[in-house]
């Protein structure tokens, strides 16, 4: 008789993965998906119950949470520990945000690399913001590239396949002399961070349609724009071209602004709010019964 063999826990751990990467991978080619992004496992739990196909993570959200300041005031391995968290909140594809890779060279992004994958994480964000801590805006292209580089190869190293988002930063930070200087900074960057082994460019802060549109025309390959208030909603991204829409911190952000109008009403004795939107204890509960 042939001996059957078993597969180890490790060798299960790393083919639940590789399946979960060819769905967000499909999920990502196909276009059209609204990425929302969690900052707990009661966030994230809620976006999946709502039927949502994937989950990112946000950095700023799990940074305001605990206490933080966005932009890796939270560090590396405190980060790491809220992605592991919620990636075992949900059982579907997670996308974690690493900000800038917690680290200037390329060795220190690939030590968050390996930790997000470690995490459960099937995809990252890394920003090409310095944050402060280069004499430029955002790393020049080279060495993001490099940084991009090094964030593949610990993926291959590892033995797991990741969907690796190349944030620039150019509009975020409204950089170039003009709006046309702009998108030709921003299709550089975008296509040696291809080139370098992203599989998707992320542009937050751009709320113009017609640029969005001649902006994914000139990437070789897809492009994520972010929800806005200035937008009125995923389809006009979808119209333009971007094959993937993210929620980004716009949600905890909102939930803020629901406390603080809570907070208001509780200093005059009242509760309105509260009373209104009221999740429901039971409805907690049922959402976290399956453990």
């Known amino acids: 008789m042939l001996a059957l063999s078993i597969p180890t826990a490790t060798e299960r751990i790393m083919a639940s993965a590789i399946q979960q990467f060819h769905h967000f991978r499909q999920l990502n080619r196909q276009g059209r998906l609204l990425l929302a992004n969690a900052w707990d496992c009661a966030s994230a739990r809620l976006f ?23 932009a890796q005031h ?15 909140c949900v059982k579907l594809p997670l996308s974690a945000d690493i900000e800038a890779g917690y680290g200037l060279n390329p060795e220190e992004v690939a030590l968050t690399v390996r930790g997000a ?6 995809g990252v964000n890394l920003e090409d913001n310095g944050h402060g801590l280069l004499t430029q805006p955002l790393f020049d292209i080279a060495a993001q590239a490099a940084r991009l580089a090094a964030a593949r190869q610990a993926a291959d190293q590892a033995g ?18 003009d709006e046309e200087d702009r ?57 333009a071209g971007a094959s993937r829409v993210s929620l980004g911190v716009g949600p905890m952000l909102a ?8 907070a208001c009403e509780a200093v005059q004795g009242a509760w309105p709010t ?14 976290f019964a399956a453990g």
């Open 48 to 70: 999946a119950a709502a039927g949502l196909p994937a989950i990112g993570t946000t950095s700023g959200g799990i940074a305001y949470a605990r206490g933080y300041r966005d």
């Open 74 to 88: 939270i560090g590396r391995e405190a980060m790491l520990r809220e992605i592991a968290a919620i990636a075992q």
């Open 117 to 122: 994958l470690a995490a459960g994480a099937v």
């Open 160 to 177: 797991l396949p990741l969907w690796i988002n190349a944030r620039v930063d150019t509009w975020l930070l409204g950089l170039g002399r």
């Open 183 to 239: 998108l030709a900074q921003t299709v550089a960057r975008g296509n040696a961070y291809l080139a370098a082994g992203a599989d998707m460019v992320f542009v937050p802060g751009l709320t113009d349609a017609a640029l969005a549109a001649r902006l994914a025309a000139a990437l070789s390959g897809p492009l994520n724009l972010m929800a806005l208030p200035g937008v009125a909603g995923a389809e006009a991204w979808f119209a």
């Open 255 to 262: 939930s803020m602004g629901l406390v603080r109008d809570m």
């Open 274 to 287: 509260m009373a209104t939107r009221c999740y429901g204890f039971a409805e907690a509960e049922a959402l």
